[in-house]
């Protein structure tokens, strides 16, 4: 079993012993009001990364007064509903396009897949934001510590108060909700990783962690999920990275590692301008052949699932497959700025997942398709 007692809590298979990592230390906050105003900019006007934050500025410090923090929200009978209906919000508006596999699951399960999402959301965002002499670093600090306080009852907004009952009702253990903020912490201390291991481990906290999140929320059948969950949601996450590199170096964002960018004589600058190149077409093809055994590990995991859970991972699994395919036979397709699939292909998946038909995949065991 897992320990619960508190975040540092892990088995031989949890991703801190997997990665080797501790949690960091507390930190205090000091922010500029120029430099908010940048964060928020940063991460395109949204304030869903940063409204959980406590914030106070450098405007205000007399000597070694204390720092002032914003006040916790008043908990009562609504504020459940509406942090539930405020994380339903944030993944309808932001991944309305891919949530569709979830489409079946119902009631208060969906209310607690959208919040694990938004949860996920406020890491994604935290990743637009730049170092600057470690104050990027302090937002993480105070979002962290929100979270912490959260599961001690202290609520800074309502959206944590839907994600700890959401913890707390499927009984998912609590450091799968900090590890995301964790593989955060990788990428913003230098905004890069120099090796592909480093993008694994970072793709093994935040994507890795989210999907054992989910995993209790919709339904399982036995026991000892968590490291194919694990494997699942790191190679739906990295499948995703290499989907959308060229739109995130666009945006300054470069997740493919430094060693192989150079391994493979990448100019950077042409991708940006979407202009193919073989050197691009064997760093693609690098990629897909080490995510096929993630992949093959990630399939096992719709054993584990229930009839709701293994409709869903089925065809969520049977996408990605079908990105990470289409990759390989045709690299150039991520230069497309509508996406690797067409839009007849993406609705072909959807439109099995909703009418309940068998998804094809080889990675898929057959006796388990739904």
Known sequence: MWHQEGIDSSLSYSTDEILGRQPSKRAPII??????????VAVGGRKSALSSCTFATQDSLIGKKKLKTRELIQFDDNTLDRGYRSCRAMVKKELKRVIWPASNIAGENRRGVDAILAHLLTTIDLLDLESSNGLSLDVWHEIRDDLS???LDKYANTELAALVDTFRRFD?????????????????RTRKFETFDELEAFCSYVGGS?????????????????LPAIACGKAVM???????????????RVFIAQE????????VSRLKLRRPTQSFRYLVRLYVKRLEPLFEEAGKLVSYMDYDGRRSLASLLAYQWKVLSKMQLDPDAILSPDGVLSMTESLSLRSRHLLGMKQKAKIIPEDDHH
């Open 172 to 188: 998912i253990p609590k450091q799968f909700a900090f590890d995301p903020l964790r593989g955060a912490d990788l990428w913003i």
């Open 31 to 40: 922010v500029s009001k120029p430099l908010l105003n940048q964060w928020i």
């Open 149 to 151: 306080d959260a599961f």
């Open 210 to 226: 989210t999907m054992a999140s989910l995993v209790p929320v919709v339904g399982f059948v036995k026991p000892d999920w968590e």
């Open 238 to 252: 990295l499948t995703q990275i290499l989907a959308n590199c060229v739109e995130d170096m666009k945006r300054n």
């Open 260 to 267: 192989d960018l150079k391994s493979c004589e990448v100019d």
